[in-house]
Nanobody, 124 residues
Framework: QIQPRESGGGSVQAGGSLRLSCVAHKYRGSSICMAWFREAPGKEREGIAT???????TYADAFKGRFTISQDHTDNTVFLQMDRLTPEDTATYYC??????????????????WGQGTQVTVTS
């Protein structure tokens, strides 16, 4: 089974940075899309970015230039570098996966596998 697992959340002051990690099993010959989402209290789950098996990335417009998705050289850990954080970034951040390629948009409903989430709190 693909079991994404996030880590790296915590508390940070506004203007600071955090780097989240997601470990998920991958198999030879498999095509997989990895994605980051977040969900703040009272708000809908929001897509952030995707990265595919060839390291092609897509971003929701709101996160371009401030958040960066990447993979390590072994292709088994996905990162989300978050810079210039604000209190509005406070949310539970989720790593998700789907079998197949990434989409041009980030509809949460097409992702089949989800981590448990990691909490990010940005203080002012």
């Amino acid at each position: 089974q693909i079991q994404p697992r996030e880590s790296g959340g915590g508390s940070v002051q506004a203007g600071g940075s955090l780097r989240l990690s997601c470990v998920a099993h991958k198999y030879r010959g498999s095509s997989i899309c990895m994605a980051w989402f977040r969900e703040a209290p009272g708000k809908e789950r929001e897509g952030i970015a995707t990265i595919n098996s060839r390291d092609n990335t897509t971003y929701a417009d709101a996160f371009k230039g401030r958040f960066t998705i990447s993979q390590d050289h072994t292709d088994n850990t996905v990162f989300l570098q978050m810079d210039r954080l604000t209190p509005e970034d406070t949310a539970t951040y989720y790593c998700a996966a789907r079998i197949g390629g990434c989409l041009a948009t980030l509809p949460a409903k097409v992702y089949n596998y989800w981590g448990q989430g990691t909490q990010v709190t940005v203080t002012s």
